[in-house]
């Protein structure tokens, strides 16, 4: 086994570089899918505030963001809620 693939994967056998190395090309993937999806929500939550604030409305509507924190704390526990929280802000104020 080579330095690099201690050095990459922090494993100590071949087998184990191997099983962490395809893991780790899974998770950029699945990564690569969860950036798309966070860029397609962006895009939702923009024609929703657009629509609400023309409409007379405030650009936030606080009672859905309780919701939305609410689903992810159930599903994911408390850092479900910090997940929420983060992805709302990255989803508000882009108009």
Known sequence: ??????EKTGARTTEAAGVI??????IDALDDRIIGLIQERMAVSAVIQEARISSGGRRV?????MEIIGHYSDALGKPGTSLAMKLLELCRGRI
Request: aromatic share 0%; glycine share 6%; charged share 35%.
């Open 61 to 65: 509507n606080l009672s859905r963001e």
């Open 21 to 26: 190395g395809d893991a780790r090309e899974r």
């Open 1 to 6: 086994m080579s330095t690099t693939t201690v």
